[in-house]
C-alpha cells in the first residue's frame, strides 16, 4: 500500500469493474490493497474502523449476539459509519472499499502484541459473524467459493436420502418440516467440522461432515480467525520496515489505543484539590487501581518507579499543581525515614519532569486504562497496573470484599474479567460503589473514572433510592444491558471524535 501524498491516486472504476473488486458486503480480506491514498484518508478511514469495532465490543458485552436488539443497533453503526453491511445496495463500492483498506490499517497497529491481536482477531470475528447472518442465501455460494472457502451445498436429492441421519445429527435442526425444506446443508471435510464433531453437532460419512448452513457459520469464522491470526503474525515481522517511516509510526502507535478516550491533559482543575482531601477522596472517587496505589504509599512511605509514574500523573490529573506533587511526596517518602536531600536530589526533578518543567519540557498526561492494561505489567513489590487485569482472582475478590461489594457485585465483575473484560469491570465496580443503575459512560482512563465520581457525589448525577444489599437482586439483565449500550456508544463516539481532533493536529504540524 502506498501512502505518498505527492503520489496520491485513486482508482477510478465504474460499473462492472467495481463490482468485479468488491463482490460482497464482507469478505476474509485475501488481498491487500494496492492503491495509493493520502496520509489524510489514511487516518481517516482508521479512526472509523476503530470506532466500529469498539461500537461491536460493546454492544457484544451488552446484548446477546445474535439477538434483535444486538443485531439492529450494530447495522445502525455500521451504517452511521457509512461501512459495508448489505447485498444487493446501489452505490456500495465506496463502503466496500472502505471496509477493505481500513482492515489493512488496523492490521499494522494491532499486530504489535499478544494482547492487541486478540482484540482485534475478536471484533472481527464478531463482525463477520453479523454481515454474514445477513447474507441472502443465494449469495452464500458465491461468497464461499471467493473466500477459498471450498464447501458445496448438497443436491435436494442427496439432502433428502440423508435427512434422518442429518436431522438426529443436528440440533439446530430441531424446528419444523419446513424449516429443513428450505434449509441449505453443506458437505465438508471432517477435518475443518472439528467444533462441531466435540460438540455431537454434525453428522458424518465417509470422511465429510454434512453440516446445515445454521452451523456453517461457526467453521467460516474458525476459517477466519486461522487466516487473520497468520496474517498479523507476517505484519508483525514485517513492522520494522513501516515504522521506519516517521510519518506512520506516531500514528500507528495512537491507533492501537485510540479507543481509550481524551487524555486528560488539560489542567483545567489545577489547584482545585487541597492535599488534606486526598485520603478521602481515595475511598471515594478513586479507581481500584489508584486507590490500591495510595494505600501502598501510606501503609510503605515508598512507590517504585512505575507506581509513582502511574499515581503521580493521575493526581496531576484531577488537579494536583506542581508545588502540591512536590510537598506530598516529599512528606510521604520522610515518613519514611527517607532523608530530605536525597529526596531533592533523587527524586524532585522527576516530578518536576512530569509535569513539563525539566528536560525536553514535555508535558506528560496521565495514563489511559488502555495504557496501563497493555504496557508494563507489574512484578512482585509493585502496586501498579490493573487490579482486574493483573491480580489473581482470589486476591482481587477480597479487595472487592474489603470495598462493601456486594456477593452479588463480586460474582459480575469477575464474570466479566473472565472474559477479559476488564474495563467494563471496573465499571461495573463505579456503579455499585456509587449506587447507580447506569453511570452514563464508557470507562476508558482513570481520570474519567475520579471526575465522573465527582460528578455524581456532588448531586449532578441521579441515585438509587435504595441502596445495594448482599441479597438484593440485581436489575433486569436486558434493561440494564440497554442502557449500558446506549450509554457506551454516545461515549465512544464523542471520545473518538477527540482522538481524530488530535491526530488531525499532529499532521498539521
Avoid at 517504585?304 to 488537579?319: C, E, N, T
Amino acid at each position: 500500500m502506498q501512502f505518498s501524498r505527492a503520489n496520491w491516486k485513486r482508482l477510478r472504476l465504474t460499473g462492472d469493474q467495481r463490482n468485479v473488486c468488491y463482490p460482497h458486503s464482507l469478505q476474509f480480506y485475501l488481498e491487500p490493497p494496492s492503491e495509493s491514498i493520502s496520509l489524510i484518508e489514511f487516518e481517516s478511514l482508521a479512526i472509523d474502523r476503530v470506532k466500529l469495532l469498539k461500537a461491536v465490543e460493546n454492544l457484544g458485552v451488552s446484548y446477546v449476539k445474535g439477538a434483535e436488539p444486538y443485531q439492529s443497533k450494530l447495522e445502525s453503526e455500521i451504517r452511521r459509519l457509512k461501512f459495508s453491511f448489505r447485498e444487493n445496495l446501489e452505490n456500495e463500492y465506496e463502503p466496500r472499499r472502505k471496509d477493505h483498506i481500513s482492515h489493512f490499517i488496523l492490521r499494522l497497529a494491532y499486530c504489535q502484541s499478544e494482547d492487541l491481536r486478540r482484540w482485534f482477531i475478536q471484533q472481527e470475528m464478531d463482525l463477520l459473524r453479523f454481515r454474514f447472518s445477513i447474507l441472502p442465501k443465494d449469495k452464500i455460494q458465491n461468497f464461499l467459493k471467493d473466500s477459498h472457502l471450498h464447501f458445496e451445498a448438497i443436491s435436494d436429492d442427496e439432502k433428502k436420502l440423508r435427512e434422518p441421519e442429518i436431522l438426529a445429527s443436528s440440533p439446530s435442526l430441531s424446528g419444523s418440516k419446513t424449516d429443513w425444506e428450505s434449509e441449505s446443508v453443506y458437505k465438508i471435510p471432517f477435518a475443518d467440522a472439528l467444533d462441531l464433531f466435540r460438540g455431537r453437532k454434525v453428522y458424518l460419512e465417509s470422511g465429510f461432515a454434512y453440516v446445515p448452513l445454521k452451523d456453517i457459520v461457526a467453521i467460516v469464522l474458525n476459517e477466519f480467525r486461522a487466516k487473520l491470526s497468520k496474517a498479523l503474525a507476517l505484519t508483525a515481522r514485517s513492522l520494522p520496515a513501516v515504522q521506519s517511516d516517521e510519518r506512520l509510526q506516531p500514528l500507528l502507535n495512537h491507533l492501537s489505543h485510540s479507543y481509550t478516550g481524551q487524555d486528560y491533559s488539560t489542567q483545567k482543575n489545577a489547584g482545585k484539590i487541597s492535599l488534606d482531601q486526598i485520603d478521602s477522596l481515595s475511598t471515594r472517587s478513586f479507581p481500584p487501581c489508584m486507590r490500591q496505589l495510595h494505600k501502598a504509599l501510606r501503609e510503605n512511605h515508598h512507590l517504585r518507579h512505575g507506581g509513582r509514574m502511574q499515581y503521580g500523573l493521575f493526581l496531576k490529573g484531577i488537579g494536583l499543581t506542581l508545588e502540591q506533587a512536590l510537598q506530598f511526596w516529599k512528606q510521604e517518602f520522610i515518613r519514611g525515614k527517607m532523608d530530605p536531600d536525597k529526596f531533592d536530589k533523587g527524586y524532585s526533578y522527576n516530578i518536576r519532569h512530569s509535569f513539563g518543567k525539566e528536560g525536553k519540557r514535555t508535558d506528560y498526561t496521565p495514563f489511559s486504562c488502555m495504557k496501563i492494561i497493555l504496557t508494563n505489567p507489574p512484578s512482585q513489590g509493585d502496586y501498579h497496573g490493573c487490579p482486574f487485569r493483573h491480580s489473581d482472582q482470589e486476591l482481587l475478590k477480597q479487595k472487592l470484599q474489603s470495598y462493601k461489594i456486594s456477593p452479588g457485585g463480586i460474582h459480575q465483575i469477575l464474570d466479566l474479567v473472565k472474559g477479559t473484560h476488564y474495563q467494563v469491570a471496573c465499571q461495573k465496580y463505579f456503579e455499585m460503589i456509587h449506587n447507580v443503575d447506569d453511570c452514563g459512560f464508557s470507562l476508558s482512563h482513570p481520570n474519567q473514572f475520579f471526575f465522573e465520581s465527582q460528578r455524581i457525589l456532588s448531586g449532578n448525577k441521579d441515585i438509587r433510592k435504595e441502596s445495594i444489599q448482599p441479597e438484593t437482586p440485581q436489575p433486569k439483565p436486558g434493561v440494564q444491558k440497554a442502557k449500558d449500550a446506549s450509554s457506551a456508544l454516545a461515549c465512544l463516539n464523542s471520545s473518538l471524535e477527540m482522538d481524530m481532533e488530535g491526530l488531525e493536529d499532529y499532521f498539521s504540524e
